[in-house]
């Protein structure tokens, strides 16, 4: 998952227009050594020509040969070209890989209802729980457009009771409500269940 599609995110960065792949490159820096028929001889001959004038390149997925012609300086300029889009892949792990992303991964659709189970969680584990939550609140709801809060429990506990337009004022009543809770609540075995229920009940809820 990503805050855009791969797709989205490749053509943001122009690596898709940079034309960057495998078979993209060859395509710009050389022709493929090619069999034909004659028909006179009635049989495919591959030309021989291009034996020892280009050097040749042969592809691990068909097998096919590709002769190369182009100079020094543009397979150079391809070379700083993929070195730009590994480091643009490079900086988007860490960005999928960091804070809230690390533990929710991104959350791409707009209307989320988050149910919260904590079970029998030790007062430092509910903490962890809250810090955790707190952060998907700040980094990640506030950039979409409506949530709720569900804590399973025998009695349903809502943060609100549909779900809510995000704004700098809902998510801090969010996180302040998510602190509030108590540590223990009474619990029952259908109680995640009924949340999760709960939850899927608004038609709206994306996820």
Same mark, same amino acid.
């Given at each position: 998952? *990503?805050?855009? *599609? *791969? *797709?989205?995110?490749?053509? =943001?960065?122009?690596?898709? =227009?940079?034309?960057?792949?495998?078979?993209?490159?060859?395509s710009q820096i050389g022709f493929q050594h090619r069999k034909d028929c004659v028909t006179t001889l009635g049989k495919p001959v591959a030309s021989r020509y291009a034996d020892g004038l280009f050097p040749q390149y042969r592809r691990a997925q068909d097998g096919s040969m590709c002769n190369l012609t182009a100079k020094k300086e543009l397979i150079l300029h391809f070379v700083d070209c993929l070195i730009g889009a590994i480091e643009l892949y490079k900086q988007r792990m860490e960005w999928l890989t960091s804070e809230s992303r690390q533990i929710f991964g991104v959350i791409q659709e707009q209307c989320i209802v988050i149910v919260l189970d904590f079970g029998t969680a030790a007062p430092t584990e509910f903490d962890l729980c809250r810090d955790a939550l707190s952060m998907v609140l700040v980094e990640q709801v506030i950039q979409i457009s409506r949530f709720n809060l569900i804590r399973a429990a025998q009695d349903l506990i809502k943060w609100q009771q549909n779900c809510t337009p995000v704004s700098e004022h809902t998510v801090k009543s969010a996180v302040t409500w998510l602190w509030k809770l108590d540590h223990m609540t009474a619990v029952s075995h259908t109680s995640s269940v009924a949340a999760l229920l709960e939850a899927m009940g608004d038609e709206a809820v994306s996820s």
């Open positions: 998952q *990503s805050l855009v *599609s *791969s *797709s989205k995110w490749l053509q =943001r960065y122009g690596l898709k =227009r940079n034309k960057l792949s495998l078979s993209q490159i060859l």
